[in-house]
């Protein structure tokens, strides 16, 4: 955990100082924000205009740097897999999560922040967990969606519900759709019981 968050902290003082719009998301932000107990890697996203600029400064950090092979299931336009003192970074830029004939894409952006947190003297950009949600139910990792979904219900996170309704308007499964307007249904009736 220790060396991951030392990694970390080298991603953000360099991205930070290049002023690159990034953010941090997977399993490392959920563990941030108490929902999961451990994260193996970094997964970082890069505005697409910046992702260039952010490979060729975080190259400079890599002990190795590799083009990440897409995956049939999910897979982004851009995406490298860089080593940072022994952790494994993934840095990607427009990820797209596919079940034919439906696709969900993410153009990562400054709206897709949730919250910065600080990281010793610097800030961290964590991703919307709207997001992840769909991401995690497209790519088969139903528990982590449910666990992004009770964080919700139960209000230990906020839900921006028009970021998960833009979600939900893209090319997505019916059952997942139908799992997002229930979501949405049992949040708005939440928030007028308070």
Aim: include cysteine.
């Amino acid at each position: 955990m220790i060396e991951r968050l030392k990694s970390l902290y080298k991603i953000s003082q360099v991205l930070n100082t290049n002023e690159i719009v990034w953010g941090l998301g997977g399993s490392q932000c959920l563990l941030f924000k108490g929902l999961v107990d451990t994260a193996r890697d970094l997964d970082i996203f890069i505005l697409e205009a910046d992702y260039q600029r952010a490979l060729e400064c975080l190259r400079l950090l890599s002990t190795d740097l590799r083009k990440k092979k897409p995956i049939s299931q999910f897979f982004s336009k851009y995406c490298y897999e860089l080593s940072i003192d022994g952790i494994m970074v993934d840095l990607m830029a427009v990820f797209i999560a596919v079940e034919p004939p439906y696709k969900f894409q993410l153009n990562f952006d400054e709206t897709r922040i949730s919250q910065w947190i600080a990281l010793e003297d610097e800030q961290v950009p964590l991703m919307a967990l709207e997001d992840w949600w769909a991401i995690y139910w497209m790519i088969g990792r139903e528990k982590r969606g449910l666990t992004i979904e009770e964080s919700f219900i139960q209000h230990r996170v906020d839900c921006n519900l028009n970021l998960l309704l833009n979600n939900l308007q893209q090319n997505l499964p019916d059952w997942l759709k139908r799992r997002g307007t229930e979501l949405l249904s049992s949040l708005d009736e939440g928030m007028h019981e308070n």
